[in-house]
Each structure stands twice: as structure tokens, then as C-alpha cells.
T-cell receptor, first 111, second 115 residues
Framework: SQELEQSPQSLIVQEGKNLTINCTSS?????LYWYKQKYGEGLIFLMM???GGEEKSHEKITAKLDEKKQQSSLHITASQPSHAGIYLC???????????WGAGTKLIIKP | EPEVTQTPSHQVTQMGQEVILRCVPI?????FYWYRQILGQKVEFLVS????????KSEIFDDQFSVERPDGSNFTLKIRSTKLEDSAMYFC?????????????FGPGTRLTVT
């Protein structure tokens, strides 16, 4: 079955620094979602990538999909306390549109 | 901005009891989903629902689970006889199309605690 591995599992970053989170799939990616979750709360949509090479940005967050590597990266520039939370990647399993999820990357921003 | 709502936010129930978790998807959405997240673990797909029937379900979604759209606005998840291991956060999601062109909008979740 398809799996999504996220790295790192957790990250502590000084406020103002840049960071990157990766999501690697064991199978072909047909697209990928990035969501953010505050502990014990709902999932907030960040970005959706549909094809290889696609790159999207929203405010200080940029995500890219590398189809050949079966990987997506999420990059945050000049991190702020509001970026703290758990970042989850989700992808359709095979092509059936049910999403499977990575385990999440917990991001802590140090002031 | 339209949003998915879920009630209750927290439900405590005794093992063996039936629970119904409620969701109101965004009004013009056609595809509905339930996911669960056991504390500290991955989000897991349970079921997707379209046109008043289940379109896909996972191995987790056994005979103890059922879904219904009773009145055209609510979307419910019923667990017939709860077990301790059903304790988790349950998320409802909806989207206008079952396609990568459209994001899945998630509700805030219902925390189910089975004692």
C-alpha cells in the first residue's frame, strides 16, 4: 500500500529563519495536498499541487512537487510564531481520491 | 467564508454505546468524507460518500460504522457499538468535486472518548 513519509518528524526553528519540510511517497504521486493542524484541532488547507514541477506560494509558504522523486517540499521563509503547528501532507491513493496522510511534521518557532 | 461544521466538539461515551457524529458540509458540495485521527497517529481515511451512497471505504470502516445523509444537509457517522480503540478525533470533509482540482474542506473535528 502507498505510504507517505514526512521528514523531519519535528523541527525547532529560530524565528526569522527559513525551513523546509519534505514529503516522500512510496508510489507515484498523482498530486499532493499540504495542510496545517494545530494540536488537537482541525486541518487547514494550505496548498494543492497537481502536476510534476508545479510550485505554489502563499504568503511566506512555498510548496513544490517533484514527480520523478515522488516527493514534495514545503518551504517557509522568514518563519513567524504563527507558522507553528503540525504540517501534514496528503495524497490520493492510486487514483481513487481517498487521501492517505503522512505522520506530520511538528514545527516549533523559537522567539 | 463557507465552512464545514461538526457537532459535538467532544463526545464521551461508554464502551458498547452507539454514537452519532454530525457534520454539515458546505452547501454546494457533493462529495463527503470521514477521517479519523487517533491521538499522536496519522489521519486515516474512513469513507467517502457521493450521491447518497458510499463510493469508497477503508478497512477500518467495518460493519460497526455507517454513514447517512438524512436530510440533504447533515452528514452523519454512526458507530453502532463503540470500543475503546474508537477513541479518536473524527474529521468530516467535503468538496465540490472528487478531484485534485478542488481542495477538501475539513471541519474542526469531534473528539470521541470511549471509556
Amino acid at each position: 500500500s502507498q505510504e507517505l513519509e514526512q521528514s523531519p518528524q519535528s523541527l525547532i526553528v529560530q524565528e526569522g529563519k527559513n525551513l523546509t519540510i519534505n514529503c516522500t511517497s512510496s508510489k507515484t504521486l498523482y498530486g499532493l495536498y499540504w495542510y496545517k493542524q494545530k494540536y488537537g484541532e482541525g486541518l487547514i488547507f494550505l496548498m494543492m499541487l497537481q502536476k510534476g514541477g508545479e510550485e505554489k506560494s502563499h504568503e511566506k509558504i512555498t510548496a513544490k512537487l517533484d514527480e520523478k522523486k515522488q516527493q514534495s517540499s514545503l518551504h517557509i521563509t522568514a518563519s513567524q510564531p504563527s507558522h507553528a503547528g503540525i504540517y501534514l501532507c496528503g495524497a490520493p491513493m492510486d487514483s481513487n481520491y481517498q487521501l492517505i496522510w503522512g505522520a506530520g511534521t511538528k514545527l516549533i518557532i523559537k522567539p | 467564508e463557507p465552512e464545514v461544521t461538526q457537532t459535538p466538539s467532544h463526545q464521551v461515551t461508554q464502551m458498547g454505546q452507539e454514537v452519532i457524529l454530525r457534520c454539515v458540509p458546505i452547501s454546494n458540495h457533493l462529495y463527503f468524507y470521514w477521517y479519523r485521527q487517533i491521538l499522536g497517529q496519522k489521519v486515516e481515511f474512513l469513507v467517502s460518500f457521493y450521491n447518497n451512497e458510499i463510493s469508497e471505504k477503508s478497512e477500518i470502516f467495518d460493519d460497526q460504522f455507517s454513514v447517512e445523509r438524512p436530510d440533504g444537509s447533515n452528514f452523519t457517522l454512526k458507530i453502532r457499538s463503540t470500543k475503546l480503540e474508537d477513541s479518536a478525533m473524527y474529521f468530516c470533509a467535503s468538496n465540490i468535486e472528487s478531484s485534485l482540482l478542488y481542495e477538501q474542506y475539513f471541519g474542526p473535528g469531534t473528539r470521541l472518548t470511549v471509556t
